[in-house]
């Protein structure tokens, strides 16, 4: 699958099939997060890659709309240290990590982690050190309903030329 067909075939799957991710695919995943880019290519990121029920069980239970995590085989969190551009580069990656997932034929959703309540919590739970902050958490799995795109804005609606 090229970058253009994940783009466009990519969407959010929030429910999965038991069968388990091959290690090699996730460490693909995680080096093509790793990749993205970084404001002065600074590299904020870490990814902690979550396998364990109950740890999963324990963050689905805390989010809102991050309920189903606790049914996705693999759970990715994204966590970047305390720079101006965390946000996007934290963001960056966690893209990433959804087109490589899509080319790798896995179903995949991005929940928020940034700010939400939960935030201190998962972070909590994951160890991680104080100065980092929660970009995301993403869902990773098979999945074997294939399911219809959300609408989308037409391009029409929402390309400019040179001005508005
Ligand atoms: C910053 C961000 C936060 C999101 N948080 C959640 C979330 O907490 N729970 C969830 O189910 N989906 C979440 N999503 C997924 C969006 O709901 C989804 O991308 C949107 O509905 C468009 O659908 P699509 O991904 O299939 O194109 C989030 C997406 C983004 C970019």
């Known amino acids: 699958m090229d970058a253009i067909e994940a783009i466009k075939s990519r969407k959010s799957v929030r429910k999965f099939s038991s069968r388990p991710i091959p290690d090699n695919i996730i ?3 995680i080096d093509c997060a790793r990749l993205a880019p970084s404001a002065k290519n600074i590299q904020p990121w870490r990814f902690v890659v979550i396998t364990e029920p109950k740890m999963k069980q324990a963050i689905a ?3 809102d709309y991050g309920k189903f995590l606790d ?3 693999v759970l990715v969190a994204v966590l ?3 720079t101006q551009y965390m946000v996007e580069d934290g ?3 966690t893209q990433n990590i959804l087109l490589a997932a899509t080319a790798h034929g896995l ?3 991005w929940v928020a982690g940034y700010d939400k309540y939960y935030e201190k919590s998962v972070s909590i739970l994951l160890n991680a050190p104080r100065d980092m902050r929660l970009i995301s958490i ?3 799995g098979y999945h074997d309903n294939p399911i219809g795109r959300v609408k989308k804005r037409e ?3 929402v390309l400019f030329l040179e001005h508005f």
């Open 27 to 29: 460490y693909d995943i």
């Open 61 to 63: 239970t805390i989010t």
């Open 71 to 73: 049914r996705a085989p």
């Open 80 to 82: 970047c240290s305390n």
């Open 91 to 93: 963001s960056a990656a």
């Open 107 to 109: 179903g995949s959703c």
């Open 138 to 140: 993403v869902a990773l």
């Open 155 to 157: 391009l029409e609606d």
